[in-house]
């Protein structure tokens, strides 16, 4: 089975069991690392409800293990690990970044833009297919995200 549809299958199973538990799927991937393969599973709960725990992620990893089983869509050989997307989760969707507005921001370019390639500062606005970012001189980044290579969280303590 092609990679996509790995995840497609996988959020699908997921979509009513998330719902139940008051849980939300930020992302899933199924990548290749050296002879392995995964699928990985980025649970979240909606904004201002609290964080993924532990005893979060064993719970949607059973569920989905059983449902995957039971379906076998994977040729290979693969591990599945469910996580939250942590402190400095990554923005890979439109939706994340409008999430986000408000939160200060690092991203790394493609291409170098005025001379830099990696821009920290806060989301400013999410329209379309592009963002506005203000850096700390005040800078306004006007961004598309053709334009990102990648975009996260930026951790401050």
């Known amino acids: 089975m092609a990679k996509k549809k790995i995840t497609v299958l996988a959020d699908e199973l997921l979509s009513g069991f ?34 993924i725990g532990t005893e979060d992620c064993e719970k949607v990893s059973r569920f989905l293990s059983e449902k995957l089983d039971e379906a076998d869509p994977v040729e290979q050989n693969y591990y599945l690990e469910v ?13 994340h970044y409008r999430r986000y507005v408000g939160s ?18 806060v989301l400013q606005e999410m329209d379309g297919d592009s963002i506005k970012v203000q850096d700390h001189d005040g800078k306004e980044w006007h961004l598309q995200l053709a334009e990102i290579a990648k975009a996260k969280l930026a951790v401050i303590f």
Request: charged share 40%.
């Open 18 to 51: 998330l719902q139940e538990e008051g849980l939300e799927l930020y992302h899933s991937e199924f990548v290749k690392e050296g002879r392995d393969w995964f699928l990985r599973i980025y649970i979240d709960k909606p904004e201002g409800e609290g964080y």
């Open 83 to 95: 996580s939250s997307p942590g402190m400095d989760r990554e923005l890979i969707k439109p939706e």
């Open 104 to 121: 200060e921001v690092e991203i790394r370019l493609y291409k170098g833009k005025d001379g830099t390639k990696n821009i920290q500062g």
